[in-house]
């Protein structure tokens, strides 16, 4: 399966975990990690404007688009799972987004086909691409029975 | 304010990480990260009974005990914050916990002053103890109105 995870940002707090991540998904599918640029702009509503169309512009119309956001459904590890066999079912490339310091925009919320949130919890940015770099390894487990997911 | 954290196992994938979390808490707060050693007993039940007492004989009359649990309350950010407040204004130590591969036993949920979840998510029990890194740092930053804390 062929999966792009885009964030706003760099690549350097988290890199030797990112990396372990990484290197699991890549085993089995081709994934990659793909930080963009910032607006800069000091209005956060400009700047989520800018950062979402750098964002839509990057996504084809055949893929399965997933947007992390406060505003989505809350899912539990095995409800996640389920997203990505929606997207595999219909043989589609999965992108996953999550916004930057000002969040997404509603243009990125409505074409996505499924906008989902980890909990009630606010998270520092850097540690929520490694929550979500784990949680996607856990959703591909999850779909193999291997047993990595314990409850 | 001193806070006790303890959990089962070896303080080694997240320890840079983790050490900046730490020297974060402890500018203004007395924070130790304990690790104790799993029980090792190959019966879920029995470990989960060993870990359990081996926590239990370390926690004081006094100590405001805090449990992480997949039972418990699903908190927001600020909501754990709060939790904070009550284990300072009754001027209480406060002890997080979190068990090892077998969970916790009723008998630490029983004791525990909160029991909380950080959502309906399974997660690696290293990532966790970041994740609970992160969040009491947050919550500290939200009790003192830093600004670190935007929604």
């Known amino acids: 399966m062929r999966i792009k995870f885009y964030f706003f940002g760099k690549k350097s707090e988290y890199l030797t975990l990112e990396k372990e991540y990484l290197k699991r998904l890549n085993f089995k599918h ?3 990690l ?14 989520k404007k800018q ?36 997207a595999q079912d219909s043989s589609r490339d999965l992108v996953l987004v999550m916004g930057g310091a000002a969040g997404l925009d509603g ?14 919890m606010v998270w520092t940015k850097n540690l929520f691409r490694l929550m979500v770099l784990e949680q ?10 291997s047993g990595f997911h314990k409850i």
Chains 1, 2 share one sequence.
Do not use: C, H, M, W
């Open 51 to 86: 950062e979402s169309e750098s964002l839509l512009s990057r996504i084809n119309t055949s893929d399965y688009l997933v947007a992390f956001d406060e505003r989505g459904a809350k899912l539990d590890s095995i409800e996640y799972a389920a997203v990505f066999d929606q």
């Open 136 to 145: 996607t390894y856990r959703a591909f487990e999850i779909k193999s029975g």
């Open 30 to 32: 081709q994934f990659e």
């Open 34 to 47: 793909i930080p963009l640029s910032p607006s800069g702009n000091k209005d956060s509503i400009i700047a």
């Open 107 to 120: 243009s990125v919320l409505e074409r996505a086909n499924k906008v989902t949130s980890f909990g009630s």
